[in-house]
């Protein structure tokens, strides 16, 4: 199988998913369940490649968080100032 095989899959299942909500949180998880259940037969290199992509979705999910957080917060404050 090709990278480019594997391009194809993600497409296909990308499509499948637009009928449903993403979560990255159940993302995070399922990968980290992936690589639990796969340490043993992992190569230090394939489970060094798992680890970076589940670090990135984590990383882009937790600055996602955080832009809501302070977006809300600054909303919040706005309207409590026009409130005054």
């Known amino acids: ?16 998913l637009e009928k449903t909500p993403i979560r990255r949180e159940d ?7 992936l690589i ?3 340490r043993a037969t992992l190569s230090a290199a394939s ?5 970076h992509i589940g670090a990135t979705i984590y ?3 937790l600055s996602q968080s955080r832009a809501r957080k ?3 917060a ?3 404050e ?3 100032n026009n409130a005054d």
């Open 59 to 61: 990383k882009a999910n």
């Open 36 to 38: 639990a259940d796969t």
């Open 1 to 16: 199988m090709t990278k480019s095989d594997v391009i194809d899959l993600f497409m296909e299942a990308a499509g499948k």
């Open 70 to 72: 302070e977006i809300a």
């Open 78 to 80: 706005s309207v409590r």
């Open 27 to 33: 993302t995070i998880l399922q990968l980290a369940q």
């Open 47 to 51: 489970l060094a490649g798992l680890v």
């Open 74 to 76: 600054t909303m919040l």
